[in-house]
């Protein structure tokens, strides 16, 4: 199954990304917490093309696919910027970075899915692939 | 469903009844607003009641931090987060940053005379 999206870089339109999720989501049988929590990284993965990606151009483009086979869902947002340093990621979690205001969205998309991968190409723009593994039509979780 | 605030003072004290959504480009502007209104009244003791927010993103989460940080000399406390957001709060050890309270009477009882 598969559904492609085009966005402008206008954070609300967020929301359009979040409501496809849900519906895969129901799909594959996905438990409530599961399909909320992959909802919220695939909104942090989002606002992160729109905002740092594509510096919240309105004219710059975010595209977004979505394809679900038997055992995964495999999301893809890919914006039209520099890319960024991923590995420079820091730890919100650590006592001195508490009280930052911002730099929890990689950290909840880490969290939320089962395999994050960023690739960027120059002139390209950075593509993130957001994986979450399905259950087992037995409800068990696959490793 | 964006953010919806309503106030309610306890003498010193301000309640900020939270319902929605704190989420980027509404409901974290929203919340920036409504804390703002307060300390421009001179009022520094805020309690965010969370209970009927239903979902936090990270632009929600860093708005907390950033109100937090902008009541200086005052006091700013969470009371009631749900299920959600209690989740989230663990999840980014934010728990061990903010005072939380489970009762708005606890809350208010913690306020330094």
């Known amino acids: 199954m598969h559904v492609e999206m085009t966005l402008n870089s206008k954070v609300e339109l967020t929301n359009l990304v979040h409501a ?13 917490d599961s399909m909320m929590n992959l909802g919220l990284a ?3 993965a989002t606002v992160n093309a729109m905002k740092h990606g594509n510096k919240l151009s309105e004219h710059a483009l975010v595209k977004i696919s979505f394809h679900m086979n038997a055992t995964r869902l495999l999301v893809t947002i890919k914006d039209q910027g520099e890319g960024f340093n991923y590995d420079e990621d820091v730890d ?12 929890r969205g990689l950290f909840l998309m880490r969290t939320f899915v089962d395999s994050l991968q960023f690739h960027h190409e120059p002139g390209e723009g950075m593509a993130v692939k957001l994986i979450k593994k399905l259950p087992r039509r037995d409800g068990s979780r696959r490793s | ?11 010193k004290i301000t309640i900020l009844d939270l319902n929605g959504k704190i989420t980027i480009g509404k409901g974290d502007l929203v919340l920036r607003g409504a804390v703002d209104d307060v300390l421009k009244t001179g009022k520094k003791l805020i309690l965010l009641n969370l209970a009927k ?12 931090v950033a ?23 663990v999840l980014t050890k934010l728990d061990e940053y903010f005072e939380t309270y489970a009762t708005e009477g606890e809350a208010l009882a913690s306020f330094a005379d």
Do not use: H, W
């Open chain 1, 20 to 32: 496809v999720s849900d519906e895969f989501c129901r799909l594959a049988g996905i438990d409530e």
């Open chain 1, 92 to 103: 919100p979690r650590l006592p001195e970075n508490l009280d930052k205001t911002s730099g």
């Open chain 2, 53 to 64: 927010v239903s979902y936090m993103d990270s632009a929600g989460i860093g708005e907390l």
């Open chain 1, 42 to 44: 695939l909104r942090e």
């Open chain 2, 67 to 89: 109100c937090y940080k902008r009541v200086e000399k005052g006091e700013m406390k969470l009371i009631n987060p749900g299920g959600r957001v209690q989740d989230l709060l």
């Open chain 2, 1 to 11: 469903m964006s953010l919806k605030i309503t106030q309610r003072d306890m003498g």
